[in-house]
């Protein structure tokens, strides 16, 4: 058996940075390290959708000759990255998880990826995702479900819609991973798969180039190892200063009460109960707060997606196409075709109010503290059951969909290590809308009090 070569980013995007400035490292050197990673795990984790070997080699190649000769482009030159597969790029198809040609939807190579080559990222192929990003459990049947690194001999669920972003950054298979969020599918992949997940405003990052599942919700996010690796990645693509972590001691921080803790697991449960006892030792005052409105989402996101996603797909495609889909996404699709404009516009209408609401609720405080999500992940093979499959669906988008529904920012971090260190778990984190650079300060101060989760055993994959 031919050793796994170490993981170029395993010490962070940043140490990285300053290795490859210093000399003692290429890009070159990095990105083959992660496709002999690729070759050697990839094959039962299942997380790549195409993996573009020759283009990676040949732009570390050219990141190496620009650094040498004194062009540095910010903090993630010469970092390798994996881009979820609903991306256009160029000199491939974006396939959005789906039999379906949906290459005319998508278009040419849009302004997210083109951001992510001028800092001088490298990128090393595409990753699989839920058919049309329609899906939080990770399951997929048109393009495969990604296997979730922490258990090599129970396939668990790596969270959708996500799945391969989340799977290669947590089997460290690239240096951080892009995905998209509409209902959680940054975060929820993040928690499943014990990684830190930022899901950003919608507006933030322009969308054009991307799968349009929803255009009311979708956003665009990292996956990334850590908050700090995650502050690194949103510097270099804003161009800002990395943001620095905030004193824990005087944040005031919302913990809704009710809804967002209902249906917790007894690990979850636990781990979140000693985060939030740190907090509050390390000064930071949690305060009980009312949000009835977040349980709306189970009314709004069933009228809007469907709808938004029909319309994108056109109605003579999707009932064309609909034998090729997930059943799973076909039905839930299939419901935009009996949606009336009124309800529909509703439920438009609808979030615009509880975006002003969400702001008054979030007035003296830095940010609402909640558990990412209420489980852990589940076996794949416990969803077979349609019943139980849609059970878990509503409970993994529970705590994350009303981010979305807000128009907040929002981050998840590790804290499985903070009890019996199993499968992991995950805190979230939700801020005003284009508060990220708060967030990240918070997420990176929580990420010190909490300590480096630990990575996992990824022996019974080779």
């Not at 970092?79 to 609903?86: G, S, T």
């Not at 790029?89 to 302004?111: N, R």
């Amino acid at each position: 058996m031919t050793a796994l070569p170490p993981d170029p980013l395993a010490r962070g995007i940043a140490a990285y940075g300053r290795d490859l400035r210093a000399g003692k490292t290429t890009a070159e050197a990095a990105t083959r390290a992660y496709l002999d990673r690729i070759k050697a795990l990839d094959p039962k984790l299942g997380a790549f959708q195409l993996v573009m070997g020759k283009q990676a080699l040949t732009t570390a190649r050219a990141i190496d000759k620009l650094l040498t000769a004194g062009t540095d482009l910010g903090p993630l030159m010469g970092v390798p990255v994996a881009v979820k597969d609903l991306f256009a790029i160029e000199g491939t198809k974006a396939h959005a998880g789906t039999k379906l040609d949906v290459a005319d939807l998508i278009g040419g190579e849009g302004s997210f990826v083109k951001m992510l080559r001028r800092a001088g990222c490298i990128i090393l192929g595409k990753t699989k995702t839920v058919e049309f990003a329609l899906g939080a459990t990770g399951i997929s049947k048109p393009r495969g479900t990604p296997w979730n690194p922490w258990d090599a001999k129970v396939a668990r669920l790596p969270g959708g819609s996500s799945s391969g972003s989340a799977v290669a950054t947590a089997a460290g298979l690239c240096g951080f991973a892009i995905g998209s969020d509409t209902g959680g599918s940054v975060r929820i992949p993040a928690a499943l798969c014990g990684l830190f997940g930022l899901k950003t405003t919608v507006g933030l990052w322009a969308t054009d180039g991307v799968f349009p599942l929803s255009p009311t919700f979708d956003t665009i996010g990292p996956l990334t190892r850590s908050a700090a690796d995650a502050a690194q990645v949103f510097a270099g693509l804003t161009g800002r200063p990395v943001v620095q972590s905030a004193p824990l001691d005087g944040l005031r921080l919302g913990g809704p009460v009710g809804y967002f803790f209902d249906n917790l697991e007894k690990p979850v449960a636990q781990a979140t109960k000693k985060a939030l006892e740190k907090l509050v030792k390390a000064g930071t005052a949690i305060v009980d707060i009312e949000v009835p409105e977040a349980a709306e989402r189970t009314k709004i996101f069933p009228v809007v997606l469907p709808v938004e996603l029909v319309a994108a797909l056109g109605r003579k495609r999707f009932k064309a196409g609909r034998r090729k889909m997930d059943p799973v996404v076909g039905s839930r699709a299939a419901q935009g075709l009996e949606i009336a404009a009124p309800e529909y516009l509703h439920a438009i209408w609808r979030t615009r109010d509880l975006e002003k609401i969400a702001e008054q609720r979030m007035g003296g405080l830095d940010g609402w503290i909640t558990p990412t999500l209420p489980i852990q992940a589940a076996p794949v093979a416990d969803l077979d059951d349609p019943e139980v499959g849609g059970h878990f669906a509503r409970l993994v988008t529970q705590n994350t969909q009303p981010g979305n529904l807000f128009r907040q920012a929002g981050t998840s971090t590790p804290i499985q290590h903070l009890t019996d260190g199993g499968l992991p778990i995950g805190l979230q984190l939700l801020c005003p809308g284009f508060a990220e650079e708060q967030a990240l300060a918070i997420a990176l101060a929580m990420e010190e009090l909490f300590g480096a989760p630990p990575a996992p055993n990824l022996k019974g994959f080779m």
